[in-house]
């Protein structure tokens, strides 16, 4: 080993220059503020509190401390560590104290009886944020002024009917009447009510000239990319302008499973990057370092009203004018004190930012690129060449802070995501300043914005390719752990891998490397082989002659039923993920006709995330039905709404649909039946269009034993070849009706559960009545069809 001193002396100075170490001084006070404000958002009565301990932290330290400069006896604790205490709890003291002061105002009076008397009520809004459409609805964040004439100002998430709304209404700035009933949704929300519109809102007021402009640039820019092939095209709005009012459903999902969600809109990485763009002109142009902080400062302002001030912006615009601030002061920056502060000053002026996944998001990957990038690059180093390494340790540093967070959001991991970051992330830099040139360009020199804009679907579609591919590949996603477990969980294998890869260090871990590459190469393949020929083989088998389908969604039920090229489903189980896995593999693109048996969340808890669109829906005519936020929901989405009760029928493709309960009520009433004895049992039989595969199936909801005698005694017709057994098991059955509808088949929906469903009672019913049963719990999807004049099963476990 060399010694510096003697090569120094020869006048040869090998030692590399030191790098400054990193200020994490604000680290802590910006977590803490994090931590109370998510705390004091979410458990409101606990803000005062918060803010008396806070306040009386601070004070008790910054006495210490001055006890300690005057006498300098005490060496127990230094004054240095008690003035960081004092700044830590300051920081407290400012989130925590806006939130207790804002919380009780928040949320109007009027907004609390409306939600809670189910009343409908005329709101007066503005509109605050980008609309998002789905199937069902279009969601828009906006600021109510008014509710039946009364001010009040509240933040409120508003959906508005799919099929009838205009969406050039819904600009920001845009001042709506709207008549809706509103939903409360928990503290902590950055919302303080759901806003289901009974009609279509109308405008009140146009927005003002300013957001009118922004708003104008983002729609011809918009339209503009709507003339542009794939992925491409639906990406280049996002990346340019943030507006993703072009991605549809598919295509995020491509996304987020190969972790590219970040690029779908504007990041804060953006911002740095105009604001970069913008100095390096300026320098160019021979401007003063004033005169380009302020072009810069102006440049930023305006992009964030084309953009909107999503979470990851507000950050990053935060973090963009303190390093103007700073360099317009000639002070030294760093990047985390520049993080902690920016953090510290928004959640103080808006603490329920602690709770927006978005600025979560942002700031995890700052803080990851930060204090990350480097020890990662450097560990990396023991084998790649030092550009390589970096350029690996960037996207994987960002991920690697990010992925508790997502995990929250999706419990799964992304097993390409870092090779996917690494593969598009050169594209997007690129997209961006091309596609935000070609937005204001378009504007003045409308054929030179089309070029340009076709310049910039080129990254863009290359980014949207990545996503396609990687979410094509195997195991793409690896299932997890759900919620804060699932978080922790991951935090704490990461911490013992870095622990591990620490003492498994220099010549130990050389020795091991090639074996683990080794086994590593191997079992990759062998996995690769193994799901090709599994999704080969289940490609094959899977019957596509399908006539009734059970779906695996756990404990709840969710049955198709194919009538002539028309799609049937009937309930939708409680887990969206589970729902679309079985849409997916039976390739169920469209909904024609939705039954909803009743409204527990095992039956229609998933509706809310159905992501493919629904033409029409029958449901219970109960009082239940009629007030549930879900059929309003289903009537914003544009569905035709049926309400059913016995003696009603409907037709469709080659069944016709009986219902035989609950019992109608009176003079147009809704029925007197409820619960589950509520539920919309129905008789689908074929009708004479029938030609392929036709029997019947009685589809029971979760009716009890005395429903289920009642409608026996109704004397209608129960003969069904295939029963949906009632309330996945449970004891409540009668033999008697089981005896009369005489299936060959009973399909059991169910789940793990503490209920012991199915019920022996309940399977040796069955077993009397001649009826077979399978089980979705030990049969995974189940799918019924006629082969060989025979009835036939397929199930997807063996």
């Known amino acids: 080993m060399s010694n510096p001193s003697l090569s120094a002396s020869a006048g040869v100075d090998t030692s590399q220059p030191e790098r400054p170490p990193l200020d994490l001084r604000l680290l802590p006070a910006a977590a803490f503020a994090w931590l109370l404000a998510w705390v004091a958002t979410g458990f409101p009565p606990l803000a005062w509190w918060l803010v008396v301990c806070c306040l009386l932290a601070a004070t008790g330290a910054l006495v210490w401390a001055r006890q300690i400069d005057r006498s300098g006896r005490d060496n127990r604790v230094s004054a240095g560590a008690l003035g960081a205490i004092a700044v830590v709890a300051a920081a407290g003291l400012l989130v925590s104290g806006t939130a207790a002061a804002r919380a009780e105002a928040r949320v109007p009076e009027s907004i609390t009886l409306a939600a809670s008397d189910g009343y409908r009520v005329e709101l007066h809004a503005v509109v605050t944020s980008l609309p998002k459409r789905d199937a069902q609805s279009i969601r828009v964040r906006v600021t109510t002024l008014a509710i039946d004439g009364q001010p009040a100002e509240a933040p409120v998430l508003l959906f508005l009917p799919a099929s009838e709304q205009d969406a050039s209404a819904l ?9 809706a009933k509103l939903q409360t949704v928990p503290a902590g929300d950055r919302v303080v009510a759901l806003a289901f519109a009974c009609e279509p809102a109308l405008v009140a007021a146009a927005p003002n000239s300013l957001l009118a402009a922004g708003n104008e640039l983002r729609s011809s820019f918009v339209d503009l990319a709507r003339e542009l092939p794939g992925p491409g095209g639906a990406l280049v709005p996002g990346l340019a302008v943030g507006d993703e009012r072009l991605v549809d459903a598919d295509l995020d999902a491509a996304m987020k499973v190969s972790s590219l969600t970040h690029l779908t ?19 160019l142009a021979g401007w003063k370092r004033a005169v380009r902080l302020a072009a810069a400062g102006a440049v930023v302002a305006g992009f964030v009203l084309l953009v909107t001030p999503q979470g990851s912006v507000i950050r990053a615009t935060a973090m963009a004018l303190l390093v103007l601030v700073l360099d317009a002061t000639s002070r030294p920056v760093q990047g985390p004190p520049v993080l902690s502060l920016a953090v510290i000053v928004l959640l103080a002026a808006d603490p329920w930012l602690a709770r927006d996944y978005g600025f979560a998001l942002s700031a995890a990957a700052a803080a990851g690129l930060l204090l990350g990038t480097r020890p990662l690059a450097t560990w990396l180093e023991r084998w790649l060449p030092p550009p390589i390494a970096l350029l690996i340790a960037v996207p994987l540093a960002a991920q690697l802070a990010c992925q508790p967070i997502l995990l929250l959001l999706e419990p799964s991991l992304p097993l390409y995501g870092v090779a996917a970051n690494l593969l598009a992330a050169p ?17 003045v020199v409308p054929p030179l914005g089309q070029v340009l804009v076709w310049i910039a679907w080129l990254p863009a579609q290359w980014i949207g390719l990545i996503a396609e591919t990687t979410t094509g590949l195997p195991f793409a996603s690896i299932p997890w752990l759900d919620g804060a477990l699932g978080a922790t969980v991951f935090i704490l294998v990461l911490a013992a891998i870095v622990l591990v890869a620490a003492r498994l260090g220099g010549e130990r871990w050389r020795r091991v490397r090639s074996l683990v590459a ?38 709840g039920d969710a049955l198709l039923l194919s009538a002539a090229g028309a799609t049937i489903l009937i309930d939708t189980g409680d887990d969206a993920a589970l729902l679309h896995d079985c849409l997916d593999e039976f390739g169920v693109e469209r909904i ?15 509706l809310a995330e159905l992501r493919i669109p629904v033409d029409a829906a029958w449901l219970p005519d109960t009082k239940e039905a009629r007030d549930e936020p879900d059929t309003l929901r289903l009537e914003l989405s544009g569905a035709t709404l049926h309400f059913g009760a016995a003696g009603d029928a409907l037709a469709i493709g080659d069944l016709t649909l009986h219902a035989l309960s609950p019992r109608p009520g009176l003079n147009g009433a809704p029925s007197r039946d409820e619960g589950n004895d509520g539920s919309l049992v129905v008789h689908a039989v074929p009708n004479a269009d029938c030609a392929v595969s036709c029997f019947s199936t009685l589809l029971l909801g979760d009716v009890g034993a005395e429903a289920q005698r009642r409608i026996l005694r109704s004397n209608v017709s129960l003969v069904a070849t295939v029963v949906k057994v009632s309330h996945h098991g449970s004891a409540d059955q009668s033999a008697e009706f089981y005896a009369a509808v005489g299936a060959q088949l009973g399909i059991v929906s169910v789940g793990d559960n503490n209920y012991g469903h199915p019920r022996d009672e309940a399977l040796q019913q069955l077993a009397e009545a001649g009826t077979a049963w399978l089980r979705t719990d030990k049969h995974g999807h189940l799918a019924v069809f006629i082969r060989d004049d025979a009835l036939t099963t397929w199930t997807s476990i063996s």
């Open 171 to 179: 600009e920001i700035g845009t001042e709506l009447l709207v008549a």
């Open 265 to 283: 809109a504007v990041s804060g990485s953006n911002i740095a990057l105009i604001v970069m763009v913008v100095i390096g002109l300026g320098r």
């Open 427 to 443: 594209a997007a830099p690129v997209a961006t300043v091309i596609g935000l040139a070609a937005c204001l360009v378009a504007v």
């Open 518 to 555: 080794a086994v590593l190469t191997v079992t990759l393949a062998v996995i690769v082989a193994v799901a090709a020929g599994v999704a080969a083989l289940r490609s094959r088998d899977l019957p596509s002659d399908w006539r009734l389908v059970a779906c695996n969604v756990g404990q």
């Open 592 to 606: 024609d006709l939705l039954i909803l048996s009743h409204f527990d969340n095992d039956h229609s808890g998933a």
